[in-house]
């Protein structure tokens, strides 16, 4: 059984490393996801666009609606200076690869923190995290 505070440290650390992606990574990884998920990519290419790709906030899915119809737009201003624009099922895809990939990646990291209690610490002493 794994001890209480190795578990504490364990599960800070992975954290603590899962924060160290830059913002940029973090855009692009979800920039992919949006894209896989059936989002349409808009250039700004005009300075009208680039105007009012400013107005939305960077990096965040809104929900907006066009006439009758709900859409939903994710504004990239640095990866990609564009405009993701989905629709109702484009969105359910992307939350739904987005939650499959979440569960993978708990999956790992319960499998990394199961490794690392089964490995003997015996031959490095008593109070090894002391020092």
């Known amino acids: 059984m794994l001890n209480p505070v190795r578990m504490t440290i364990a599960l800070f650390c ?4 899962a924060a160290c992606a830059s913002p940029q990574e973090r855009a692009s990884e979800k920039d992919d996801m949006l894209a896989a998920a059936g989002f349409t990519i808009l250039p700004a290419n005009t300075p009208e666009r680039r105007l009012e790709l400013q107005t939305l906030p960077p990096n965040r899915v809104v929900q907006k ?3 009758s119809r709900v859409v939903f737009l994710y504004a990239d201003p640095y990866a990609c200076g564009c405009l993701y624009i989905g629709d109702q099922t484009a969105w359910d895809t992307y939350r739904r690869q987005q939650f499959q990939a979440d569960l993978a990646r ?3 990291m319960t ?3 199961n490794e690392q209690a089964a ?3 015996g031959p490095w002493g008593p109070g090894w995290w002391r020092y």
């Open 14 to 17: 992975c954290g603590v490393l």
């Open 119 to 121: 490995w003997d610490w």
């Open 111 to 113: 499998a990394q923190m």
């Open 65 to 67: 609606t066009q006439g």
């Open 106 to 108: 708990e999956q790992q």
